[in-house]
Every structure is written in structure tokens, then in C-alpha cells.
């Protein structure tokens, strides 16, 4: 009980004593935290909405011929040597046509002068979920073109690869700001337990001489640490999420964001990035104190 | 392993050819022997610079001998560490020559931090401080920061900060350099109510006026040797 008053009694005079430069290390601490939960965010909500274009991936291959029940089995043979697939359809001229002509609805009337089967018959090949990557996508493209009579194949190429290194990018700016976040937090927390501890010099003397244990002398600074982490991350998350929400009210109603579905960290990430945070905080607090209490 | 000496008291404190080096060559202390038995006073004079200050650092652990043997209450000091060397320097009171006060703190605060790091409560340390200040005339003195202090108010803060954790083993160095007669009456019955609360009392000074007609050991040092003892019923 005593210890425990003694040690936030500690905490405070450090607290008062240096307190500029503690508000400093939180700031850079909560900047931190925001900076890379911002980008993480992101990258997040890109995932999400990759997979969800993934499920709506589909090769179309067009055809020169249209195929005869043979050859459609044959073709059917040769696509799913290279990998299962998730399904295989087989669309004819006509077929091609009709739903041409339904997605033009009213305008249907352009097609009038035009030979029914001027559209070129083609299939339209799901491939498994798992085949993601975009180069696996490619690899099946190439290997699907290269099938005997085909015209070209078609899966949005252009949005696909923009979208691939578009998170690729994302993922780089997501490593580097959580690199940024770990040496931020870790040594502007460092920096200011050291500023103190020089501050307090003679008193740390003096405790040591007196009969202080060592747990005495280093769970005050242990705990400020600890503070600033506790504080600082949640700050940062707290201050996305008020980001995130201002956002969602400036940009509601149809724009960009309604494109896809953007969604804030479930808890349990939110948590997991404060409690990180604290972790690296604490670790900067005990590895200037093992430097430089030298106990 | 208790030890007993000569005179059936246990030992506390035991020194066996004990010597201190200060780099590059100067001796301060050189193969001294000596025991002090628990609950005795002892004055240890010589000139300045005769090796007192070092003598009692020594007994404190605040430096490691060169050579030589030191035991308190039977186990060798210079293999302590951390939190047993912590447990004993809280049972060992000093105070210091230079005060070693925080001097942006008030004299209550000073006197406190030596009960705060064995954990006792608030209420008692409030009690104990301001008991101890009457004691040594500083009750008026209490929210002062001790930098405000005069030489000889600070003198007695060290005393008080030395003295105030109850320790069984209470090393003085010049208690009395600063102080008038009277105050160093008063200072000389603090320690002497100490000592005879059961507390081994180390006082080095050159004050002769303390120690001229004492019934306890002087020991004389000079040039960090042992000179002569007198006093002591042995
Ligand atoms: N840290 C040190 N480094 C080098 N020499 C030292 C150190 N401390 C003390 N000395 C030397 O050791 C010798 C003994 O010093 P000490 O302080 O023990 O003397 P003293 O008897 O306490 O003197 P005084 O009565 O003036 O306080 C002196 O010559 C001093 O210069
Ligand atoms: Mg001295």
C-alpha cells in the first residue's frame, strides 16, 4: 500500500519536474499511433474489398468459333487441367446478343441494323477462390489465350493489376509508419525518462545510499512509461476515430466511400495496437533505465 | 554466524586489515583492524585528511575496500548486492560530511526519504519527522527547503534524515563542525538516546569538546593508519 503511494508520488514529481518535454514524447507518441493506424486502416479496408472483387473475378475467353458439344467437353478438359475451377459457361452468339441487347434496354433500337450474330460466342470461366494473386490470374489468362481458337481473354486487366499495386503500395506505407511508430515510441520515450533521470541525479544517489531496492528506484519510471503509452495510443486511436467518423459524415450519402464498404478496426484490433504500444513504451522506459540507474 | 567479542557483546562491526586506494596513489586507509561491538559508541578522531570520512564510507558500502575484510553483523559487506545490499543500507543511517540534502525540498521531505524506501506508513513518518525536528530545534523548519538552510540547520536535517528509520547502526561524520555549544549538546543527546535505544553509534569528528570526557573507545587515525586507542573498559 505505502509502496504503491510512495511510487505515484514519485510519478507525479517526475511528472511536474519535467513535464514539457513529457507532453512532447506524447504528442510524437499519439502522432505516431495515428499516422500508422491511419495507413493500417486503409490497407485494412482494401483487403476486405479485394477479396470482395475476387469473388466477382471471372475470365472471359472469346471464342473465333462457336464451339460444338465435342469441343466444348475438350475445352472444359483443357481449363481444368490447369486448375479446378469454380465453373465453366458456355455462351453462345445468340445468347451473347440477348444479353447484350437487355443491357442496353431502351436503346436496344441501335442493334436493329446489326447481324444477329455479329458478337463473338465466348466462355466465361470462375476460377477457385483461392486463386487470388494476380499473378496466378495472369498465368491462368495466358494459358487460357493460348487454347486453340481463342480471340482474346478479358477479367478487367487494367482495374486488377491498378488495385493490386495499389495495396502493394499500401502495404509498403503500412510497414514503413509502423517502423516509424516503433522507433518513435520507443525512443522519444527513452529520450525523456533519460532527461529525467539526469534531472534527478543526486536523488537517485541519494535513494540508492538510503537503502531504496532497486524496484523502488525503477517502478516510478516504469510506470510513466507506461502512462504515456496508455495515454498516447489511445489518443491516437481515439483521435482516428473521431477522423473516421467526420469523414463518414462529410462524404455521406453517394461518393466514393459508399463505393465500397469502409469500416473502423473492430475492438480487438484497436486493442491490440494500444497494447503494442504500451509494450514498446515500457520497453523504451526499461532499457534507459538499465543504461543509465546502471543497478 | 554470530560472532562474540572479548567482552561478550555480539560484534557489528568487524574490520580485518582493511586498506582503501583512491587511484592514482593516494592511501587513504591502511591496514586497519578493528571491532565495534553492538550497541557501543565510538569516535574515531585524527586530522583532516587522516582517512575518517573514508573509514565510515567504507562501512556503509558507499565504497568497496582495496583489500581487507568488512563484516557487519557477521556477514562480509563487499559480497552484497542489490536488494540485500538494499535491506542493509536501510539499517544503516549516515550522515554524511557534504549533507547530501536535495536541496529543492523541504526539511520534512529530506528527513522522510529515509523511512519511505523501507515502505513505512505516511502517518508514521509525519509523526516520527516532526518528533525528530523538535528534538534538534528545527521544529519551525519543517516546510523550509533545506537550500534555504543554514550550514548548521543542515547539519542537523542529515542527522535527522540519519537517524529517523530507527537503524541499528548510525554512522556520524563531524555532527558538531557547525554548532554552538548548546546545539551541539543537543545534537551529542540525540545520539546518545540512540545508542542507548540499543543503536551502534560511529561518530568521526575533530569537535574534542564531544568526545574529552567520554567513557566510550577513541580511536585516533593519522595518515590513514591506526594511531591509538583510549578510553573503552575492555
Ligand atoms: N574520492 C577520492 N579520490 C581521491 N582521493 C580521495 C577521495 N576521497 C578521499 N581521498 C583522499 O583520502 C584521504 C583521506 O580522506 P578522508 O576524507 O577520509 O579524510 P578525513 O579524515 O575525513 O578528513 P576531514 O577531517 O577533512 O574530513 C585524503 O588524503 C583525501 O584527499
Ligand atoms: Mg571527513
Known sequence: MSFWLTVFRQVGRNIRQTWASQLMTLLTVSLSVLIFAFFYLIYANMLTFGEKLGDDLSLIVYLEDEPGPELQLQLTKKITTFDEVEKIRFISRAEAYQRFARQLGQNQDVLNDMPKDFLPPSIEVVPLKNLRSLNQVKLFSAYLSRLPGTLKVQYGQDWVERFYYFTKLLSIIVLL?????????????????????????????????????????????????????????????????????????????????????????????SITIICVSILLCTLGSYSTMQKFLRI | MKTKSNNGLETMIELIKVSKEYPPDVVALKDLSLSIASGEMFFVIGMSGAGKTTLLKLLCSMEIPSSGLIEISGKPISQLKGHHLARLRQ????????????????????????????????????????????????????????????????????????????????????????????????????????????????????????????????????????????????
Open chain 2, 91 to 234: 539499517k544503516i543511517g549516515v550522515a554524511y560530511q557534504d549533507f547530501k540534502l536535495l536541496n529543492d525540498r523541504t526539511t520534512a521531505e529530506n528527513v522522510a526519504i529515509s523511512m519511505e524506501v523501507s515502505y513505512k506508513k505516511p502517518q508514521i513518518i509525519k509523526k516520527r519527522v516532526r518528533d525528530l525536528l523538535e528534538q534538534l530545534g528545527l521544529a519551525d523548519k519543517h516546510d523550509t527547503i533545506t537550500g534555504e538552510l543554514s550550514r548548521g540547520e543542515q547539519q542537523r536535517v542529515t542527522l535527522a534524515r540519519a537517524i529517523a528509520n530507527s537503524p541499528t547502526m548510525i554512522l556520524v561524520d563531524e555532527p558538531t563542525g557547525n554548532l554552538d555549544a548548546v546545539t551541539t549538546e543537543m545534537v551529542m543527546n540525540l545520539l546518545n538516546k540512540c545508542n542507548k535505544a540499543g543503536a551502534t553509534v560511529v561518530i568521526a569528528t575533530h569537535d574534542d569538546s564531544i568526545y574529552r570526557h567520554t567513557s566510550h573507545r577513541v580511536m585516533e587515525l593519522r595518515k590513514g593508519r591506526f594511531h591509538m586507542m583510549t578510553g573503552g573498559i575492555l
Open chain 1, 177 to 269: 509508419s509502423g517502423t516509424l511508430l516503433i522507433l518513435t515510441t520507443i525512443f522519444m520515450v527513452a529520450y525523456t525518462i533519460r532527461l529525467t533521470i539526469l534531472g534527478r541525479q543526486a536523488e537517485l544517489e541519494l535513494l540508492k545510499l538510503v537503502g531504496a531496492t532497486n524496484n523502488y528506484i525503477r517502478t516510478p519510471f516504469l510506470l510513466e512509461g507506461l502512462l504515456q503509452g496508455i495515454i498516447g495510443s489511445s489518443l491516437g486511436i481515439v483521435s482516428l476515430y473521431a477522423l473516421y467518423e467526420w469523414i463518414k459524415l462529410r462524404f455521406s450519402g453517394p461518393g466514393f466511400l459508399n463505393l465500397f464498404e469502409f469500416s473502423f478496426f473492430s475492438p480487438v484490433v
